[in-house]
Nanobody, 125 residues
């Protein structure tokens, strides 16, 4: 059973920063992709950042590239999303997700199969 538990959401003003955390329970010696998704009200869920448990591969959606950083520490099984220069359009529910896959598939957003419960991020103008 894969467990993903997010924390760290909240409210911030435009230009501010937030850090999200996700405790995960996958076997990091196997090929897993870990990712952050978000879903804004009235919009579809979108993948924004992903990383492989087996190497340093990361990938980002264009909307967050250069502002967000995904990182993981296998020693404590935690995935992070560092969000800088936040904009009102970043307001959404943010989800941690996982799938068992080779790193080259980490950007195959529809294939993610395990999900956390989500954490809300609100950016005010």
């Amino acid at each position: 059973q894969v467990r993903l538990v997010e924390s760290g959401g909240g409210s911030v003003e435009t230009g501010g920063s937030l850090a999200l955390s996700c405790g995960f329970s996958v076997d990091t010696y196997s090929n897993w992709c870990l990712a952050w998704f978000r879903q804004a009200p009235g919009k579809e869920r979108e993948g924004i950042a992903a990383a492989s448990t087996r190497n340093t591969y990361t990938t980002y959606a264009q909307a967050v590239k250069g502002r967000f950083t995904i990182s993981q520490f296998n020693a404590n099984n935690t995935l992070y999303l560092i969000m800088n220069s936040l904009k009102p359009e970043d307001t959404a529910m943010y989800y941690c997700a996982a799938m068992r896959s080779h790193w080259s598939d980490c950007a195959a957003w529809p294939r993610y199969t395990f999900w956390g419960q989500g954490t809300q991020v609100t950016v005010s103008s």
